[in-house]
């Protein structure tokens, strides 16, 4: 009796040996190939976590970021914009007397108000003293006859935006407009 438990806590020491001999030919094996070295040098230590933290945190930081700056590119543009008009329309309002062509002027305002806006993308319509003069292109040759004192005049813009982002287009007709109304002095 004694004899064979003898044996038997040998053959489970062998086994056991084996096993462990098995397993540390594994993680050799494991180590030397291009993914177990990173494995194993994730598994072992600290090392390896910050690393990983960034590679799945920067992509969605840097979508956010890009984001926020097209973001603002576009709402620097609407205020750009917004501030031309109101320019172009005071302009429009003092020139009541001096312009033959009241819409090319304003315009040139407005461009000369937006210096970061692409004046080819920029539509303009003016109304004066309830009257839209028909415009080609932005010019109203002879127009100036609706601009009466005391009465008002509109300038209405617009200007495309692109929201893309990576490629991703957000707000596929988006178009920035502003619009003033003055009064003649």
């Excluded at 038997?8 to 030397?32: D, F, P, S, T």
């Excluded at 620097?76 to 309002?93: E, F, I, K």
């Excluded at 539509?123 to 040759?141: I, L």
Aim: aromatic share 6%; glycine share 10%.
């Amino acid at each position: 009796m004694k004899t064979s438990s003898g044996l038997r806590r040998q053959a489970r020491n062998l086994i056991r040996g084996l096993k462990q001999l098995v397993g540390a030919m594994e993680r050799r094996a494991l180590r030397h190939s291009i993914g177990g070295r990173a494995h194993a040098s994730l598994a072992h230590g600290d090392d390896g976590g910050a690393l990983l933290e960034i590679a799945l945190t920067m992509p969605v930081l840097l979508g956010i970021v890009t984001g926020i700056c097209a973001f603002g590119i576009t709402f620097s543009n609407q205020l750009t914009l917004t501030q031309a008009v109101g320019s172009a329309g005071q302009y429009l309002a003092q020139i009541r007397t001096t312009s033959t062509n009241p819409c090319a002027d304003t315009f040139t305002a407005l461009k000369n108000a937006a210096p970061n806006l692409l004046p080819a993308n920029i539509s303009m319509t003016v109304v004066m003293n309830g009257t839209t003069p028909t415009q080609t292109g932005n010019s109203c040759s002879g127009a100036q006859t609706n601009l009466v004192q005391g009465s008002s005049v509109t300038v209405y813009a617009t200007y495309p935006c692109s929201l893309n982002i990576y490629g991703v287009k957000f707000g596929s007709s988006c178009q920035l407009s502003a619009k003033v109304t003055e009064y003649e002095y």
